[in-house]
Nanobody
């Protein structure tokens, strides 16, 4: 059974940094793209960043480009999201997701396993 467990969320002041981690188990991690999505209260879930199976290709939503970095360690079955320059509008529950294939996508339907989420709160 595939499991994704996020960690690293918390409360941080605007301008601060957090590093999210997502530990995967249950299938061959390195065969699949991974992504981070987020959902703020009262809003729909939105794509944040994705990384290909090898880590060679990354893709970000425009509002986080230059501030967030997605990476992966296939030896540790873990994907990361380094978040710098955090803004109050980044406040949300962040979810990692495992793709149905190797390539990156911003479409949620292309990811078949999801974690439980970790709360990120950015105060102004």
């Amino acid at each position: 059974q595939v499991q994704l467990v996020e960690s690293g969320g918390g409360l941080v002041q605007a301008g601060g940094s957090l590093r999210l981690s997502c530990a995967a188990s249950g299938r061959t991690f390195s065969n699949y793209a991974m992504a981070w999505f987020r959902q703020a209260p009262g809003k729909e879930r939105e794509f944040v960043a994705a990384i290909s199976w090898s880590g060679s290709i990354t893709y970000y939503r425009d509002s986080v480009k230059g501030r967030f970095t997605i990476s992966r360690d296939n030896a540790k079955n873990t994907v990361y999201l380094q978040m710098n320059g955090l803004k109050p509008e980044d406040t949300a529950v962040y979810y990692c997701a495992s793709g149905t294939g190797r390539g990156t996508s911003s479409e949620a339907w292309r990811y078949d396993y999801w974690g439980q989420g970790t709360q990120v709160t950015v105060s102004s």
